[in-house]
Every structure is written in C-alpha cells, then in structure tokens.
C-alpha cells in the first residue's frame, strides 16, 4: 500500500485559476514538505511542516500557500495559476531527527495553460 | 547557497558493465552535510536508494557504493556490475544533520539507460 498518497496524479489548469494538490502520509512522521522539479531543473525544497507548524519557506510567491488540517496533510493551494507553474510537485515526509531520511510521494503534474 | 552537481545524463551502459556517476556538493551554510542517492524507476516514484551522514563512511544498497568524501566534497555513486533493472533516474542530493526542516538540496539528476 502506498505511504505518501498525492492527489490528483495529473492535473489542468488554465492561467489564473486556483488548484489544491492534496497530500496525505501513512509513515507516522511529524514532518512534511513540499517540493516542485521544473523541466530542467532540479527538485526544488519549497516548505516544510513540523506538528502542523511551517518551518521553512523557500518559496518567494505568497500564491503558494500550504495548508495542514490533519498531521498527517500537507495540502499546497496555488492561487492565480501561471504558465511557469507547470512542474511536478512531490510532497515528502521525516521523523524529526537531523538524520532521518525524507520519503517521497509520486507527485502531482501540474499543466497551465 | 547550498548546491549539488552530478553526471550530465543520459548515461548508456551495456549490462554487466561498470557504472559511476559523480556527485559534487557544497555545503556552504551547512556544518554536517547528509548525503544521499535516490533513485526513480520507470513508471514509480522517488525512492531513497542509500545515505551516508558520517565523513569517511560508505553507504551501499542494491549492488551500489557511494562514499561521503568531506576533503574533496564529493559522493559518487558506483556499481560493478550493472542490470537491465538499474535503468532509472539517480538524483544526488544534501540535507543538513542539525536542521532537518530545511529540506534537501538535489542535483539534476542522471538518467541511466541499461542496455543488454
């Protein structure tokens, strides 16, 4: 059974619109993150989430906005969609010690057109 | 700022041929880098494949060997002997031992194709 479920696996949009990728974890960590891989690029660390509280924000646009109703969700709402928004989105997960591993979910592929 | 750079793919191999990509980091504003190599098989998701957080130790899964190399900052990942099945993407990537929200920084990636 897969731990870090990620919905939808692929996703439209048309610019200006607003989407929710969802994220749910079954590994029992504390910690979760968001990350985007541009065509490209390299995966890139956007936000991460400690006890439902965010720790880290790399993300310069205030359209990204994370959103944890649960421990174990980490939901990413995009506001005001654009065509450079297109990547897929992994979300990942850790226990809280400096050494645990991060386990990744499928990702999400965003298109905007 | 932080950075990993690795093996330009793709990378062509036949089946029971050696296998190296190289990984170079820099690890400005971290004082006790994680390294690690994850893996992306066809069709799945990213997988971890192996990690190392002690200089000098050497991590292995799968019939693959990386190395953490503080002096030369580097943690290239080797195989003797490859297989069909190790045709994937191979992203090298760092974490940060005493901040573990700070998240990780990967390289390009690589991608691998295995030829019998």
């Known amino acids: 059974d897969p731990k870090i479920i990620q919905k939808p696996k692929y996703l439209v949009a048309v610019t200006g619109s607003e989407k929710i990728l969802i994220c749910e974890q079954y590994l029992g960590h504390n910690a979760m993150y968001w990350y985007r891989q541009s065509a490209k690029k390299p995966l890139e660390f956007m936000f991460s989430?400690?006890?439902?509280?965010?720790?880290d924000n790399q993300t310069a646009s205030s359209r990204f906005q994370p959103q944890s109703s649960k421990k174990n969700h980490l939901d990413l709402q995009i506001t005001a969609l654009k065509p450079d928004d297109s990547a897929t989105y992994f979300c990942?997960?850790?226990?809280?010690?400096?050494?645990?591993?991060?386990?990744f979910g499928p990702g999400t592929r965003l298109l905007v057109l | 700022g932080d950075s990993v750079t690795q093996t330009e793919g793709p990378v062509t191999v036949s089946e029971s041929e050696s296998l190296i990509i190289n990984c170079t980091y820099s690890?400005?504003?971290?004082?006790?880098?994680?390294l690690f190599w994850y893996v992306r098989y066809p069709g799945e998701g990213l997988q971890l494949l192996l990690k190392v957080i002690t200089a000098g130790q050497k991590g292995s899964s799968r019939g693959f060997e990386a190395t953490y190399n503080k002096e030369t900052t580097s943690f290239h990942l080797q195989k003797a002997s490859v297989q069909e099945s190790d045709s994937a993407v191979y992203y090298c990537?760092?974490?940060?031992?005493?901040?573990?929200?700070?998240?990780?920084?990967f390289g390009l990636g690589t991608r691998v194709s295995v030829f019998p």
């Open positions: 990537a760092l974490g940060d031992q005493n901040n573990y929200a700070q998240g990780l920084t």
């Open positions: 990942a997960s850790s226990a809280t010690g400096g050494e645990d591993t991060q386990y």
């Open positions: 690890a400005t504003s971290i004082a006790y880098p994680n």
């Open positions: 989430y400690s006890y439902q509280k965010l720790m």
